[in-house]
């Protein structure tokens, strides 16, 4: 017999399998949020009101966002929403020059925020550069008198195109200088650049056109049987895509100033309704997506017309705005309708063209003063074949362009420099 109290060997208390009180499994409940479902459409009129920065970032979020932003009827619905957004507050791009070194610089300013530089892709040492736009997001960058060294860039993609020239060459004695203009081809998703050789005003010949395709990669030359004489180097206005220019028309009576644009889909220009006597300075911007003219005198209490064009009625006066006040100098108008500013310190001002208030104002500590060219940009995920990121040029590596340049200019002068000739 078992010793008493032992047992038959087995333990009493809890055992494996014996405890009578059921288990708990903790069971995870989903989340209200996961059984929502968005629809592509939906998700799209989100994504498409973001700005560029940020759609940049979601495209690695999975494959299908990726593919979405990266389409063109995407990227056309977030370019007009993009502009829509700058009717409320403009985004404002700078071209100025530096003061001690002369370099070109280029900012980028979003009221309220600060000034911020950004890096261009051209040269900074070459002595002139113009900007050209926004079309569609791109800024065209180029050096006069022949409109060389064309630069096609987006800066909130920061990707650059250095455009290749024809061979065509101005003719001594006839053309007297280059005057470059963008365009926006919709129907085909292709951006122009226009290249005119214009003749001198004492000649009645048509100015020599040559317009360059994004999408083709190729020049080709245009006709015109036009006769109008340009003054610019840059065109002065671009609205939904179409080019205009302030031009000298010759007429019975001598000539007079009229307006032109570039028909995209007819490949000609076009002039334009006049809008009769004029005060001393015109200038043309785009307001609320229209064609606008600015009309003033330059005095000490500035007042200043508003004129807009519409394809039916022609001109119409829109509203006056002044006085303005302390300024040294009308830079232009935004497409919102504030008008950019100037005075005698260097300050850039925005002011309300109905209040004539001052609504923000900044400056530039380094810049050279009557330098600045203010433009509007609106973001653009658009970019055209071949383009190359836009990369930070080190100090060491300006100096040393900048030296290079200098010796070759003294070599074509005749003058002693560093280059060597084997």
Known sequence: MPPKGKGNGKKKGKGKGTSKEPKCRATAEPE???HFYFPREIISNILSRLPVKTLLRFRCVSKQWRNLISKPDFIASHFRHSSSLQFSGSSILIGSRHHESNHHVVSLYNPPESVVQVD??????????YIVGPCNGFICL????WGELITLWNPAMRKYKMVELTDSLPRQGLHFLASIGMAFDFRQNDLLILRIFCVGIMYAVPNHVEMYSSKSGKWKKLK?????HILEFTCNAIVKGVAYWLVCMPDKFGSRAVFVRFDVGKL??????????????????????????????????????????DDVDGWSKKYSVGPLVGFDLI???LRNGDIVAKNENGV????????SSIKEKFSFDNNKDGSYVIVDYSESLFLIGGMLPVKKQDAQDKLARKKVTRDCLKFLMGQPSEIIIP
């Open 268 to 309: 000609v220009f076009e002039k334009l309704p006049s809008i009769g006597r004029c005060k001393k300075h015109q200038y043309l911007v785009e307001l609320e997506g229209s064609l606008c003219m600015l009309d003033w005198d330059h005095k000490d209490d500035c007042h200043m017309d508003v004129w807009v064009m």
């Open 32 to 34: 209200p949020t996961s």
């Open 331 to 333: 830079l232009g108008c």
């Open 142 to 145: 180029f050096n006069p008198p």
């Open 348 to 355: 850039i001002f925005l002011c309300d063209p109905i209040t």
């Open 120 to 129: 261009s892709p051209f040269p900074c040492f070459f002595p002139n550069m």
């Open 224 to 228: 015109n049987e036009m006769i109008f």
